[in-house]
Protein backbone atom coordinates (compact mmCIF):
# COMPACT_ATOMS: atom_id res chain seq x y z
CA UNK A 1 0.00 0.00 0.00
CA UNK A 2 1.49 3.79 -0.79
CA UNK A 3 1.95 5.80 1.89
CA UNK A 4 0.57 8.22 0.32
CA UNK A 5 -3.12 6.55 -0.10
CA UNK A 6 -2.69 5.37 3.44
CA UNK A 7 -6.13 7.06 5.75
CA UNK A 8 -6.22 7.68 9.40
CA UNK A 9 -9.36 7.68 11.20
CA UNK A 10 -8.10 9.49 13.74
CA UNK A 11 -4.93 11.66 15.47
CA UNK A 12 -1.31 10.24 14.62
CA UNK A 13 1.97 9.52 16.38
CA UNK A 14 4.19 12.36 15.41
CA UNK A 15 6.10 11.04 12.26
CA UNK A 16 10.30 11.96 11.46
CA UNK A 17 11.61 15.21 9.66
CA UNK A 18 12.54 12.59 7.11
CA UNK A 19 9.07 10.99 6.71
CA UNK A 20 7.19 14.11 6.71
CA UNK A 21 9.57 15.65 4.05
CA UNK A 22 8.98 12.54 1.66
CA UNK A 23 5.56 11.28 2.46
CA UNK A 24 2.20 13.48 2.85
CA UNK A 25 0.07 11.39 5.22
CA UNK A 26 -3.43 12.06 5.83
CA UNK A 27 -4.29 12.43 9.38
CA UNK A 28 -7.91 12.95 10.68
CA UNK A 29 -12.09 11.25 10.56
CA UNK A 30 -13.79 10.38 8.00
CA UNK A 31 -17.14 10.68 8.94
CA UNK A 32 -18.73 7.32 7.79
CA UNK A 33 -22.08 7.14 6.17
CA UNK A 34 -22.03 10.84 6.56
CA UNK A 35 -22.01 14.02 4.41
CA UNK A 36 -19.87 17.24 6.01
CA UNK A 37 -23.36 19.25 7.07
CA UNK A 38 -23.00 22.87 6.12
CA UNK A 39 -23.65 25.16 8.92
CA UNK A 40 -26.73 26.41 7.38
CA UNK A 41 -28.25 23.38 7.83
CA UNK A 42 -27.58 20.53 10.12
CA UNK A 43 -27.40 17.24 9.28
CA UNK A 44 -30.64 15.60 10.63
CA UNK A 45 -30.70 12.55 8.64
CA UNK A 46 -31.27 9.17 10.67
CA UNK A 47 -29.21 7.21 8.76
CA UNK A 48 -26.45 9.53 9.94
CA UNK A 49 -26.63 8.06 13.65
CA UNK A 50 -25.56 11.97 15.07
CA UNK A 51 -26.73 15.14 14.41
CA UNK A 52 -24.38 18.45 13.29
CA UNK A 53 -25.09 20.97 15.39
CA UNK A 54 -22.60 23.46 13.41
CA UNK A 55 -19.46 22.97 11.10
CA UNK A 56 -16.69 25.07 11.20
CA UNK A 57 -15.07 27.86 13.30
CA UNK A 58 -16.98 30.60 11.83
CA UNK A 59 -19.69 28.63 11.06
CA UNK A 60 -20.31 27.66 15.04
CA UNK A 61 -18.91 30.74 16.60
CA UNK A 62 -21.77 32.40 14.35
CA UNK A 63 -24.35 29.99 15.55
CA UNK A 64 -23.24 30.34 19.27
CA UNK A 65 -20.81 27.68 19.41
CA UNK A 66 -17.37 28.23 20.34
CA UNK A 67 -14.12 26.54 19.19
CA UNK A 68 -12.51 27.70 22.62
CA UNK A 69 -9.96 29.83 20.58
CA UNK A 70 -8.38 26.71 18.41
CA UNK A 71 -9.22 27.75 15.04
CA UNK A 72 -6.82 30.64 15.96
CA UNK A 73 -3.94 28.99 16.82
CA UNK A 74 -4.63 25.90 14.84
CA UNK A 75 -1.59 26.24 12.94
CA UNK A 76 0.49 24.97 16.36
CA UNK A 77 1.41 21.70 17.52
CA UNK A 78 0.01 20.34 21.20
CA UNK A 79 1.11 17.06 22.65
CA UNK A 80 3.20 16.50 19.43
CA UNK A 81 0.11 15.90 17.33
CA UNK A 82 -0.28 17.55 13.55
CA UNK A 83 -1.44 21.08 13.55
CA UNK A 84 -4.65 21.89 11.78
CA UNK A 85 -7.52 20.50 11.35
CA UNK A 86 -6.90 17.26 13.63
CA UNK A 87 -9.00 15.43 15.82
CA UNK A 88 -5.88 14.59 18.52
CA UNK A 89 -4.13 17.81 17.86
CA UNK A 90 -7.83 19.62 19.04
CA UNK A 91 -8.40 17.40 21.95
CA UNK A 92 -4.84 18.00 23.43
CA UNK A 93 -5.42 21.85 22.60
CA UNK A 94 -8.26 21.94 24.91
CA UNK A 95 -6.51 19.46 27.93
CA UNK A 96 -3.77 21.84 28.39
CA UNK A 97 -6.65 24.80 27.85
CA UNK A 98 -7.92 22.75 30.99
CA UNK A 99 -4.94 22.95 33.28
CA UNK A 100 -2.87 20.46 32.22
CA UNK A 101 0.82 19.97 31.18
CA UNK A 102 2.19 20.70 27.32
CA UNK A 103 3.46 17.42 27.50
CA UNK A 104 1.62 14.63 26.27
CA UNK A 105 0.39 12.49 29.58
CA UNK A 106 1.61 9.21 28.12
CA UNK A 107 4.59 7.68 26.39
CA UNK A 108 3.81 5.90 23.02
CA UNK A 109 1.94 5.96 20.06
CA UNK A 110 -0.15 9.35 19.83
CA UNK A 111 -2.99 7.65 17.63
CA UNK A 112 -6.45 8.39 18.43
CA UNK A 113 -7.41 4.97 18.77
CA UNK A 114 -4.30 4.38 21.49
CA UNK A 115 -5.81 7.06 23.64
CA UNK A 116 -8.09 5.15 25.06
CA UNK A 117 -5.58 2.22 25.94
CA UNK A 118 -2.12 4.62 27.09
CA UNK A 119 -4.59 6.42 29.50
CA UNK A 120 -6.78 3.02 30.26
CA UNK A 121 -6.01 3.97 34.52
CA UNK A 122 -8.50 7.10 33.42
CA UNK A 123 -10.87 5.30 30.60
CA UNK A 124 -14.53 4.33 31.56
CA UNK A 125 -18.11 4.45 30.60
CA UNK A 126 -19.40 7.58 32.51
CA UNK A 127 -19.58 10.71 30.00
CA UNK A 128 -18.80 14.23 31.75
CA UNK A 129 -18.18 17.50 30.88
CA UNK A 130 -14.61 18.14 29.89
CA UNK A 131 -14.06 15.02 29.63
CA UNK A 132 -12.16 13.47 26.26
CA UNK A 133 -14.85 11.13 23.94
CA UNK A 134 -12.82 8.57 22.71
CA UNK A 135 -13.80 6.01 19.78
CA UNK A 136 -11.26 2.92 19.73
CA UNK A 137 -10.21 1.93 15.98
CA UNK A 138 -13.30 0.31 13.75
CA UNK A 139 -15.83 0.73 17.00
CA UNK A 140 -18.73 2.50 16.16
CA UNK A 141 -18.38 3.45 12.37
CA UNK A 142 -14.64 5.18 12.71
CA UNK A 143 -11.77 3.89 10.79
CA UNK A 144 -8.61 2.31 11.52
CA UNK A 145 -7.03 5.28 13.42
CA UNK A 146 -9.86 5.87 15.88
CA UNK A 147 -10.91 9.13 17.10
CA UNK A 148 -11.11 11.81 19.65
CA UNK A 149 -13.54 14.52 20.75
CA UNK A 150 -14.54 16.94 23.20
CA UNK A 151 -17.13 16.83 25.75
CA UNK A 152 -19.17 19.94 25.81
CA UNK A 153 -22.71 19.00 27.33
CA UNK A 154 -23.96 16.13 29.07
CA UNK A 155 -27.55 15.78 28.60
CA UNK A 156 -28.11 12.34 30.26
CA UNK A 157 -26.88 8.65 30.52
CA UNK A 158 -27.65 8.20 26.90
CA UNK A 159 -26.79 11.79 25.00
CA UNK A 160 -24.25 13.78 24.93
CA UNK A 161 -23.06 17.06 22.85
CA UNK A 162 -19.35 16.78 21.78
CA UNK A 163 -17.17 19.63 19.70
CA UNK A 164 -14.20 17.56 17.41
CA UNK A 165 -12.06 18.81 14.42
CA UNK A 166 -11.51 16.08 11.47
CA UNK A 167 -8.28 15.48 9.79
CA UNK A 168 -9.56 16.54 6.19
CA UNK A 169 -12.42 17.48 7.29
CA UNK A 170 -13.83 20.23 9.41
CA UNK A 171 -15.05 21.39 12.72
CA UNK A 172 -17.99 20.34 14.41
CA UNK A 173 -19.99 20.00 17.07
CA UNK A 174 -22.27 17.70 17.25
CA UNK A 175 -25.09 15.35 19.27
CA UNK A 176 -24.91 11.58 20.11
CA UNK A 177 -27.52 9.00 21.09
CA UNK A 178 -26.50 6.02 22.72
CA UNK A 179 -28.85 4.18 20.54
CA UNK A 180 -27.37 6.19 17.17
CA UNK A 181 -24.64 3.68 16.89
CA UNK A 182 -22.32 6.37 16.96
CA UNK A 183 -21.63 6.13 20.72
CA UNK A 184 -18.01 6.34 22.00
CA UNK A 185 -16.02 3.69 23.05
CA UNK A 186 -15.07 5.32 26.21
CA UNK A 187 -14.55 8.85 28.15
CA UNK A 188 -11.44 9.93 29.46
CA UNK A 189 -10.94 11.60 32.12
CA UNK A 190 -8.03 13.84 32.40
CA UNK A 191 -9.49 16.85 33.47
CA UNK A 192 -13.29 16.40 33.85
CA UNK A 193 -15.21 19.79 34.19
CA UNK A 194 -17.60 18.75 37.03
CA UNK A 195 -19.70 20.23 40.16
CA UNK A 196 -17.44 18.62 43.33
CA UNK A 197 -19.44 18.36 46.55
CA UNK A 198 -17.62 20.29 49.35
CA UNK A 199 -19.99 19.51 52.83
CA UNK A 200 -22.52 16.91 52.45
CA UNK A 201 -26.27 17.26 52.68
CA UNK A 202 -28.01 16.19 55.34
CA UNK A 203 -31.62 15.08 56.65
CA UNK A 204 -32.92 17.21 59.02
CA UNK A 205 -35.96 15.94 61.08
CA UNK A 206 -37.27 12.56 63.36
CA UNK A 207 -37.47 9.76 61.01
CA UNK A 208 -41.48 9.25 62.16
CA UNK A 209 -44.79 8.30 59.77
CA UNK A 210 -46.55 12.24 59.29
CA UNK A 211 -43.29 14.23 60.47
CA UNK A 212 -42.08 16.41 57.46
CA UNK A 213 -38.33 15.66 56.82
CA UNK A 214 -35.94 18.41 55.61
CA UNK A 215 -32.63 18.05 53.51
CA UNK A 216 -29.98 20.61 53.06
CA UNK A 217 -28.71 21.28 50.05
CA UNK A 218 -25.20 20.92 50.66
CA UNK A 219 -22.01 23.24 49.33
CA UNK A 220 -20.84 22.87 45.87
CA UNK A 221 -17.82 24.15 43.95
CA UNK A 222 -18.62 26.04 42.51
CA UNK A 223 -21.43 26.98 44.49
CA UNK A 224 -23.20 29.84 42.55
CA UNK A 225 -25.77 29.46 39.82
CA UNK A 226 -26.56 25.94 40.73
CA UNK A 227 -29.86 23.89 40.08
CA UNK A 228 -30.35 21.84 43.36
CA UNK A 229 -32.89 18.19 42.82
CA UNK A 230 -33.71 15.80 45.40
CA UNK A 231 -34.59 12.50 45.34
CA UNK A 232 -35.86 10.78 48.66
CA UNK A 233 -35.16 7.33 48.54
CA UNK A 234 -36.69 4.47 51.57
CA UNK A 235 -34.01 1.44 52.09
CA UNK A 236 -32.55 2.56 48.84
CA UNK A 237 -35.71 2.61 46.62
CA UNK A 238 -36.41 5.58 45.19
CA UNK A 239 -40.05 6.99 46.43
CA UNK A 240 -41.73 7.87 43.10
CA UNK A 241 -43.18 11.76 43.44
CA UNK A 242 -40.31 12.46 46.29
CA UNK A 243 -38.51 15.15 44.68
CA UNK A 244 -39.04 18.34 46.84
CA UNK A 245 -35.90 19.42 49.89
CA UNK A 246 -39.13 18.34 52.20
CA UNK A 247 -40.51 14.73 52.20
CA UNK A 248 -42.97 13.63 54.54
CA UNK A 249 -43.18 9.82 55.63
CA UNK A 250 -46.07 7.70 55.39
CA UNK A 251 -46.77 4.21 56.03
CA UNK A 252 -45.19 2.47 53.56
CA UNK A 253 -41.66 4.08 54.86
CA UNK A 254 -42.24 2.58 58.11
CA UNK A 255 -39.24 0.20 59.17
CA UNK A 256 -37.14 1.77 56.73
CA UNK A 257 -34.00 4.04 56.90
CA UNK A 258 -34.57 7.41 54.90
CA UNK A 259 -32.17 8.90 51.93
CA UNK A 260 -31.90 11.15 49.68
CA UNK A 261 -30.04 12.10 47.01
CA UNK A 262 -28.73 15.21 46.00
CA UNK A 263 -28.27 16.63 42.48
CA UNK A 264 -26.30 19.65 41.33
CA UNK A 265 -26.16 20.96 37.89
CA UNK A 266 -24.59 24.18 36.51
CA UNK A 267 -24.35 24.66 32.70
CA UNK A 268 -21.73 23.89 31.10
CA UNK A 269 -20.32 21.27 34.09
CA UNK A 270 -21.30 17.67 34.83
CA UNK A 271 -23.53 17.07 37.45
CA UNK A 272 -23.00 15.73 40.37
CA UNK A 273 -24.91 13.58 43.18
CA UNK A 274 -24.54 12.67 46.72
CA UNK A 275 -26.39 10.53 48.89
CA UNK A 276 -27.72 11.61 52.68
CA UNK A 277 -26.78 9.07 55.88
CA UNK A 278 -29.09 7.40 56.29
CA UNK A 279 -31.92 7.75 59.36
CA UNK A 280 -32.83 5.28 61.54
CA UNK A 281 -35.82 3.53 60.22
CA UNK A 282 -38.98 5.42 60.22
CA UNK A 283 -41.00 5.05 63.55
CA UNK A 284 -44.70 5.02 63.52
CA UNK A 285 -46.67 7.94 63.61
CA UNK A 286 -48.36 9.94 66.64
CA UNK A 287 -51.90 11.44 66.41
CA UNK A 288 -52.68 14.74 68.22
CA UNK A 289 -55.36 15.20 69.76
CA UNK A 290 -58.16 18.10 69.11
CA UNK A 291 -60.63 17.20 70.87
CA UNK A 292 -61.74 14.75 73.69
CA UNK A 293 -64.66 12.24 73.55
CA UNK A 294 -67.82 13.90 75.00
CA UNK A 295 -70.99 11.51 76.35
CA UNK A 296 -74.11 13.21 76.26
CA UNK A 297 -77.38 11.62 78.02
CA UNK A 298 -78.68 11.05 81.08
CA UNK A 299 -77.19 8.48 83.30
CA UNK A 300 -80.42 6.37 84.03
CA UNK A 301 -81.00 2.48 84.18
CA UNK A 302 -82.74 1.98 81.00
CA UNK A 303 -81.44 5.27 78.83
CA UNK A 304 -78.61 5.12 76.36
CA UNK A 305 -75.64 7.32 76.61
CA UNK A 306 -74.07 8.43 73.02
CA UNK A 307 -70.10 9.34 73.15
CA UNK A 308 -68.81 11.75 70.38
CA UNK A 309 -65.61 10.66 69.49
CA UNK A 310 -62.61 12.48 69.75
CA UNK A 311 -60.93 14.17 66.82
CA UNK A 312 -57.63 14.08 65.92
CA UNK A 313 -54.97 14.92 63.62
CA UNK A 314 -54.35 13.18 60.92
CA UNK A 315 -57.68 12.12 61.10
CA UNK A 316 -58.39 8.83 62.03
CA UNK A 317 -59.12 6.31 59.08
CA UNK A 318 -62.05 4.47 62.19
CA UNK A 319 -62.50 4.45 65.55
CA UNK A 320 -63.15 1.75 67.79
CA UNK A 321 -65.32 2.84 71.29
CA UNK A 322 -64.29 1.10 74.63
CA UNK A 323 -66.60 2.02 77.65
CA UNK A 324 -65.95 1.65 81.34
CA UNK A 325 -67.75 1.33 84.39
CA UNK A 326 -65.71 2.35 87.86
CA UNK A 327 -62.92 1.32 85.74
CA UNK A 328 -63.87 -1.67 84.41
CA UNK A 329 -64.62 -2.78 80.99
CA UNK A 330 -67.84 -3.20 79.95
CA UNK A 331 -68.13 -6.47 77.92
CA UNK A 332 -69.68 -6.13 74.35
CA UNK A 333 -69.51 -2.42 74.80
CA UNK A 334 -67.65 -1.35 71.80
CA UNK A 335 -70.51 1.27 69.50
CA UNK A 336 -71.22 5.08 69.74
CA UNK A 337 -74.01 4.25 72.42
CA UNK A 338 -74.18 2.21 75.43
CA UNK A 339 -77.75 1.04 77.34
CA UNK A 340 -77.25 1.47 80.77
CA UNK A 341 -78.77 -2.04 83.01
CA UNK A 342 -78.88 -2.29 86.59
CA UNK A 343 -75.90 -3.86 86.65
CA UNK A 344 -74.36 -0.06 85.87
CA UNK A 345 -76.35 1.24 88.77
CA UNK A 346 -74.87 3.76 90.85
CA UNK A 347 -71.57 3.58 88.87
CA UNK A 348 -69.41 6.34 87.06
CA UNK A 349 -69.41 5.53 83.04
CA UNK A 350 -66.52 6.91 80.69
CA UNK A 351 -65.70 6.04 77.40
CA UNK A 352 -62.71 5.50 75.45
CA UNK A 353 -62.54 6.44 71.89
CA UNK A 354 -59.26 5.15 69.68
CA UNK A 355 -58.03 6.53 66.46
CA UNK A 356 -56.09 3.84 63.96
CA UNK A 357 -54.30 4.70 60.49
CA UNK A 358 -51.85 2.68 58.68
CA UNK A 359 -48.39 3.91 59.90
CA UNK A 360 -49.53 5.58 63.40
CA UNK A 361 -49.81 3.83 66.78
CA UNK A 362 -52.98 3.56 67.97
CA UNK A 363 -54.58 6.21 69.77
CA UNK A 364 -57.38 5.84 72.63
CA UNK A 365 -58.64 8.85 74.21
CA UNK A 366 -60.90 9.03 77.31
CA UNK A 367 -64.06 10.68 78.14
CA UNK A 368 -64.97 12.65 81.58
CA UNK A 369 -67.23 10.55 83.65
CA UNK A 370 -70.67 10.54 84.10
CA UNK A 371 -72.92 9.01 87.03
CA UNK A 372 -73.65 7.57 88.81
CA UNK A 373 -76.44 5.49 87.10
CA UNK A 374 -79.11 6.02 88.61
CA UNK A 375 -82.81 4.21 88.45
CA UNK A 376 -85.26 6.93 89.34
CA UNK A 377 -85.98 11.08 88.94
CA UNK A 378 -87.02 12.63 91.63
CA UNK A 379 -90.20 14.44 91.43
CA UNK A 380 -90.64 18.18 92.83
CA UNK A 381 -94.30 19.48 94.03
CA UNK A 382 -93.62 22.86 95.22
CA UNK A 383 -90.16 24.98 94.30
CA UNK A 384 -87.56 26.20 96.77
CA UNK A 385 -87.96 29.92 97.92
CA UNK A 386 -85.88 32.07 99.68
CA UNK A 387 -86.45 34.18 102.56
CA UNK A 388 -85.10 37.64 104.27
CA UNK A 389 -83.84 41.23 103.47
CA UNK A 390 -80.90 41.93 101.10
CA UNK A 391 -79.05 44.41 103.27
CA UNK A 392 -76.06 44.00 104.26
CA UNK A 393 -76.09 42.75 108.01
CA UNK A 394 -79.26 40.87 107.27
CA UNK A 395 -79.76 36.90 106.85
CA UNK A 396 -81.09 34.96 104.15
CA UNK A 397 -82.99 31.49 104.50
CA UNK A 398 -83.25 28.67 101.62
CA UNK A 399 -86.74 26.98 102.21
CA UNK A 400 -86.79 23.95 100.78
CA UNK A 401 -89.61 23.10 98.58
CA UNK A 402 -91.63 19.03 98.11
CA UNK A 403 -90.49 16.52 96.49
CA UNK A 404 -91.19 12.87 96.17
CA UNK A 405 -90.12 10.43 97.57
CA UNK A 406 -90.13 12.68 101.04
CA UNK A 407 -87.28 10.92 102.24
CA UNK A 408 -84.78 12.78 100.03
CA UNK A 409 -82.11 14.46 101.67
CA UNK A 410 -81.38 18.21 101.00
CA UNK A 411 -77.88 20.16 100.69
CA UNK A 412 -76.83 23.60 100.14
CA UNK A 413 -74.33 25.77 98.28
CA UNK A 414 -74.73 29.68 98.56
CA UNK A 415 -73.25 31.24 95.50
CA UNK A 416 -72.28 34.87 94.91
CA UNK A 417 -72.53 36.05 91.57
CA UNK A 418 -72.58 32.48 90.54
CA UNK A 419 -69.49 32.01 91.89
CA UNK A 420 -69.24 29.73 95.09
CA UNK A 421 -68.78 31.07 98.88
CA UNK A 422 -66.33 28.99 100.36
CA UNK A 423 -67.99 27.01 103.09
CA UNK A 424 -71.61 28.51 102.89
CA UNK A 425 -73.47 25.35 103.06
CA UNK A 426 -76.22 25.68 105.42
CA UNK A 427 -79.65 26.83 105.25
CA UNK A 428 -79.11 30.43 106.21
CA UNK A 429 -76.23 32.80 104.78
CA UNK A 430 -75.50 36.47 107.02
CA UNK A 431 -74.97 38.99 104.42
CA UNK A 432 -71.06 40.61 104.62
CA UNK A 433 -69.00 43.20 103.33
CA UNK A 434 -67.73 41.00 100.67
CA UNK A 435 -71.98 40.83 98.89
CA UNK A 436 -72.43 44.31 98.46
CA UNK A 437 -73.29 44.91 94.97
CA UNK A 438 -73.35 41.11 94.37
CA UNK A 439 -76.35 39.05 93.48
CA UNK A 440 -76.35 36.03 96.12
CA UNK A 441 -78.55 33.01 95.11
CA UNK A 442 -78.52 29.55 96.19
CA UNK A 443 -78.60 25.68 95.27
CA UNK A 444 -80.81 23.44 96.84
CA UNK A 445 -80.13 19.71 96.29
CA UNK A 446 -82.02 16.78 96.72
CA UNK A 447 -80.32 13.43 96.62
CA UNK A 448 -81.64 9.97 97.29
CA UNK A 449 -79.92 6.43 96.88
CA UNK A 450 -80.60 5.35 93.18
CA UNK A 451 -81.92 8.42 91.83
CA UNK A 452 -80.45 11.51 90.30
CA UNK A 453 -80.06 13.93 92.01
CA UNK A 454 -82.24 17.45 91.97
CA UNK A 455 -80.66 20.72 91.99
CA UNK A 456 -82.56 24.20 91.94
CA UNK A 457 -81.05 27.35 92.05
CA UNK A 458 -82.95 30.39 93.52
CA UNK A 459 -81.44 33.93 93.40
CA UNK A 460 -82.36 36.90 95.72
CA UNK A 461 -84.48 39.13 93.80
CA UNK A 462 -82.02 42.46 94.00
CA UNK A 463 -78.69 43.11 94.76
CA UNK A 464 -77.24 43.58 98.38
CA UNK A 465 -77.60 46.79 99.52
CA UNK A 466 -76.44 48.87 102.96
CA UNK A 467 -78.03 51.62 104.78
CA UNK A 468 -75.73 54.09 105.84
CA UNK A 469 -76.12 55.68 109.10
CA UNK A 470 -75.63 59.56 109.11
CA UNK A 471 -74.41 61.86 111.94
CA UNK A 472 -75.01 65.62 111.86
CA UNK A 473 -73.34 68.34 113.61
CA UNK A 474 -74.03 72.10 113.17
CA UNK A 475 -72.45 75.14 115.20
CA UNK A 476 -73.85 78.79 114.46
CA UNK A 477 -71.13 81.79 113.84
CA UNK A 478 -72.25 85.07 112.96
CA UNK A 479 -74.75 85.13 110.31
CA UNK A 480 -73.15 81.72 109.33
CA UNK A 481 -73.55 77.63 110.04
CA UNK A 482 -70.66 75.37 109.55
CA UNK A 483 -72.11 71.86 109.39
CA UNK A 484 -70.22 68.80 109.58
CA UNK A 485 -71.46 65.19 107.86
CA UNK A 486 -70.62 61.89 108.90
CA UNK A 487 -72.05 59.07 106.63
CA UNK A 488 -70.96 55.39 107.89
CA UNK A 489 -71.31 51.45 106.75
CA UNK A 490 -69.31 49.57 108.40
CA UNK A 491 -66.09 48.03 106.34
CA UNK A 492 -67.24 50.46 103.53
CA UNK A 493 -66.34 53.91 102.38
CA UNK A 494 -69.28 55.82 101.91
CA UNK A 495 -68.88 57.94 97.91
CA UNK A 496 -71.01 60.49 96.68
CA UNK A 497 -72.27 63.77 97.74
CA UNK A 498 -73.91 65.44 100.59
CA UNK A 499 -75.94 68.32 100.26
CA UNK A 500 -77.70 70.21 103.40
CA UNK A 501 -80.12 73.26 103.87
CA UNK A 502 -79.86 76.06 106.45
CA UNK A 503 -82.82 78.39 106.42
CA UNK A 504 -82.93 79.55 102.67
CA UNK A 505 -79.21 78.47 101.84
CA UNK A 506 -78.33 75.21 100.24
CA UNK A 507 -74.47 73.52 99.50
CA UNK A 508 -73.64 70.30 98.39
CA UNK A 509 -69.97 68.89 99.19
CA UNK A 510 -67.87 65.86 97.89
CA UNK A 511 -67.75 62.96 100.70
CA UNK A 512 -63.92 61.93 101.64
CA UNK A 513 -63.92 59.24 103.57
CA UNK A 514 -67.37 59.40 104.09
CA UNK A 515 -67.20 62.81 105.58
CA UNK A 516 -67.90 66.21 104.75
CA UNK A 517 -67.47 69.72 106.35
CA UNK A 518 -70.50 72.46 104.47
CA UNK A 519 -69.73 76.49 105.39
CA UNK A 520 -73.55 78.01 104.66
CA UNK A 521 -73.53 82.19 104.21
CA UNK A 522 -75.70 84.85 104.78
CA UNK A 523 -78.29 83.08 106.90
CA UNK A 524 -80.34 85.49 108.88
CA UNK A 525 -79.96 85.49 113.10
CA UNK A 526 -82.29 82.98 115.10
CA UNK A 527 -82.59 78.98 115.34
CA UNK A 528 -82.87 77.75 112.59
CA UNK A 529 -83.57 74.08 111.13
CA UNK A 530 -80.60 71.95 109.29
CA UNK A 531 -81.41 69.52 107.12
CA UNK A 532 -78.72 67.15 105.17
CA UNK A 533 -80.00 64.61 102.31
CA UNK A 534 -77.53 61.45 100.85
CA UNK A 535 -78.95 60.73 97.53
CA UNK A 536 -77.22 56.92 97.56
CA UNK A 537 -74.57 55.77 95.12
CA UNK A 538 -74.51 51.87 93.78
CA UNK A 539 -75.40 49.23 96.75
CA UNK A 540 -75.13 52.29 99.46
CA UNK A 541 -78.74 53.68 99.61
CA UNK A 542 -80.58 56.94 100.81
CA UNK A 543 -79.85 58.69 103.68
CA UNK A 544 -80.86 61.58 105.70
CA UNK A 545 -80.81 64.01 109.08
CA UNK A 546 -82.00 66.80 110.90
CA UNK A 547 -80.79 69.07 113.45
CA UNK A 548 -80.78 73.07 114.51
CA UNK A 549 -78.53 75.53 114.95
CA UNK A 550 -78.56 78.93 116.22
CA UNK A 551 -77.23 81.22 114.21
CA UNK A 552 -75.96 84.94 115.70
CA UNK A 553 -76.01 88.51 114.68
Known amino acids: MRLGRLLWRGGTALLTSTLLATVAVVVGVQQQAV ?17 YLCTGYAGC ?83 SSGHVAYVEQVVSDDEIVISEDSWSGDFHWRRITRDSGRWPTGFIHFVDKAVQNTTAPVVNGTPQVGVELTATRGTWSPNRDLAISWQWSADGAEIAG ?34 TVPTAPVERGEFTVVAPPVITGDPMVDDALTATPATWTPASVDTLYRWKADGVLIDGADGPTL ?45 STMTGRTRLGQVLTAVPGEVRPIDAAVAYQWLRDGVVVDGATAATYTLGTPDLGATLSVQVTRSRRNFADLVETVAAPRIVT ?81 STVRILR
Open 466 to 546: AKPTMTLTADGRSRKAVVRVRLAVPDVTVPGEVTVKVGSQVVTATLVDGRAKLVLTDIAPGDRQVRAWYAGSGAIRKAKAV
Open 339 to 383: TLTRALLGKDIVVATHARAPGYRNSPVRSDPVGPVVIGQLAQTTP
Open 242 to 275: ATDQTFTPTAAEKGKAITVAVTARRAGYTPSTIS
Open 35 to 51: SPAPSESPDTTPASGST
Open 61 to 143: RNAGYSDAGYGAVNNRMYWRMYAGHNCTNYAAYRMIRAGMSTERPWDGSGMAYNWGHARSDITNGRPSVGAIAWWDRYDSGVG
